[in-house]
């Protein structure tokens, strides 16, 4: 096996390898809400068939809209609005704060790329670097503005054409 190839499967195994321990890192030190925590599955289990019994439940009743399973009743329960509603605002927090990691995480990494000399190592970590940042910003994408997806694309392609410039530009010493 050649040198160039060892360096392109040490520097492609490094970046996966980083992308892994940084998701499984905030895995283990931030757990994600569950489901069931704002939702117990028992406590929906069974049929509701008024507005008031629906209300109660902390559902959100649907009117004139009959349920496939009984049309005798013109409206049915969403039984889990309000705790999927506490849930999804949770989860939005969660997912910021995952993206905020994983944005600092992928940058820290991506500025020590830029200085290490050895290139396979410093191609590893500026390819985890990077997918860090798209696993981050994955989760949080859909709760951003379109003028926030605009602003951390340029600034990713930003930082990514100046250490493109800084690394690939150096004039060889003679």
Request: glycine content about 10%.
């Amino acid at each position: 096996m050649t040198s160039k190839v060892k360096e392109v499967i040490l520097g492609l195994s490094i970046t996966i390898i980083l992308v892994f321990f940084v998701i499984f890192g905030i895995r283990a030190f931030y757990k994600s809400p569950s489901h069931e925590d704002f939702c117990p599955i028992d406590k929906y289990e069974r049929q509701i068939l008024s507005e008031e019994e629906c209300i109660q439940l902390g559902g959100r009743w649907q009117a004139n809209i009959p349920k496939p399973v009984d049309n005798d009743i013109k409206g049915w329960c969403d039984a889990q609005y309000t705790c999927n509603k506490q849930f999804n605002d949770i989860r939005e927090i969660y997912n910021k704060n995952v993206f905020i990691i994983a944005g600092i995480v992928g940058i820290i990494t991506i500025i020590i790329a830029s200085i290490l000399r050895l290139t396979s190592v410093s191609a590893g970590l500026l390819g985890g670097g990077v997918l860090t940042i798209v696993f981050g910003t994955i989760g949080y994408w859909s709760n951003l503005a379109d003028f926030g997806r605009f602003a951390i694309l340029g600034i990713a392609l930003g930082i990514l054409i100046w250490i493109g410039y800084k690394s690939f530009n150096k004039k060889p010493k003679k």
